[in-house]
């Protein structure tokens, strides 16, 4: 399914093809944890569904390269 979030960080909208399903997503914006819902999503993915932000946003944030 292709999820599009607003960065909090740059204010751009960045757009992803994740592995999750409509009732996935539904029991998780109900108060079930993302992690015991959608365990087969990388920590990445999971991240992109909570805030928004990118692996780039948090390189950029934490000055990595």
Request: glycine share 8%; hydrophobic share 35%; charged share 30%.
């Amino acid at each position: 399914m292709i999820i599009s979030k607003k960065s909090p960080l740059t204010g751009g909208w960045n757009a992803k093809d994740i592995d999750v399903t409509p009732e996935e997503l539904r029991r998780w914006q109900s108060g079930e944890l993302i992690q015991n819902v959608m365990p087969h999503l990388s920590p990445d993915d999971r991240e992109f569904l909570m805030t928004g932000l990118t692996p780039a946003d948090w390189d950029e944030m934490t000055g990595a390269e």
